[in-house]
């Protein structure tokens, strides 16, 4: 049940782009990502639902493919406070009431000067 | 300014012991969370309360125990049944439970990081 995150790592300089994705083998009503920085608490970015909502930071940007259960998160020109690592979270679309969201395993971004 | 604390921000414990780590929010959130994770690892729920005297056991929840007495706090305990207790303990709220449907965003405490001597 839980996501996969591709790459598990990623280095950039600043001024370069990322992209990160989030996968599900299961039906996604919704995907959420988070960014926690080290020793910190995760800090929400954004909310993607199906049938195209979303809700987040202006500077942030998003896809969710409902069909391939997939989101991508786009980090453009990264600056140094973009480092952190990334989680995804997955709410099933067709799971009981309650219990159906879980984090994905996260993927370390690190941005060097 | 409305948030979440969690103390202490450091805990150490003998084996054997109970400890309760505390989450208090001011959000007026419904829905309450416990998170463990582990170095280099992703977030497991632990236990999760969706309304006041309810809760639900997550994917992690042996050896460890809540209660939801009053809205605005989710005590966790973790007791000396729990293995492997050392880890960095998050508690969070939203809105409503997760599972809505709704726009629903986590709002993470500070963490508490336990270490078992």
């Known amino acids: 049940q839980q996501p996969v995150q591709s790459p598990q790592a990623v280095i950039l300089r600043e001024g370069e782009d990322a992209v990160i994705n989030c996968s599900s083998s299961?039906?996604?009503?919704?995907v959420h990502w988070y960014r926690q920085k080290h020793g910190e608490a995760p800090v929400f970015l954004m909310i993607?639902?199906?049938?195209?909502e979303q809700k987040g930071h202006e500077k942030i940007s998003a896809s969710f493919n409902e069909k391939k259960q997939q989101s991508s998160l786009y980090l453009t020109a990264s600056q140094l406070s973009y480092s952190g690592t990334y989680f995804c979270?997955?709410?099933?679309?067709?799971?009981?009431?309650?219990?159906?969201?879980?984090f994905g395993p996260g993927t370390r971004l690190s941005v060097l000067p | 300014d409305g948030g979440i604390t969690q103390s202490p921000k450091y805990l150490f414990r003998k084996e054997g012991q109970n400890v309760t780590l505390s989450c208090e929010q001011n959000?007026?959130?419904?829905?309450m969370y416990w998170y463990r994770q582990d170095p280099g690892q992703g977030l497991r729920l632990i236990y999760y309360?969706?309304?006041?005297?309810?809760?639900q056991k997550g994917d992690i929840a042996e050896g460890y125990s809540v209660s939801r007495e009053k809205k605005e706090s989710f005590p966790l305990t973790v007791t000396s049944a729990q293995k492997n207790p050392t880890a960095f303990y998050l508690c969070?709220?939203?809105?409503?439970?997760?599972?809505?449907?709704?726009?629903?965003?986590?709002?993470f405490g500070p963490g508490t990081r336990l270490t078992v001597l």
């Open positions: 969070a709220s939203s809105i409503v439970s997760l599972g809505q449907g709704v726009y629903n965003e986590q709002f």
């Open positions: 299961k039906a996604l009503y919704s």
């Open positions: 993607l639902l199906k049938g195209g």
């Open positions: 979270g997955t709410e099933l679309a067709d799971a009981d009431y309650g219990q159906n969201f879980v």
């Open positions: 959000l007026n959130h419904d829905a």
């Open positions: 309360s969706q309304i006041v005297n309810d809760f």
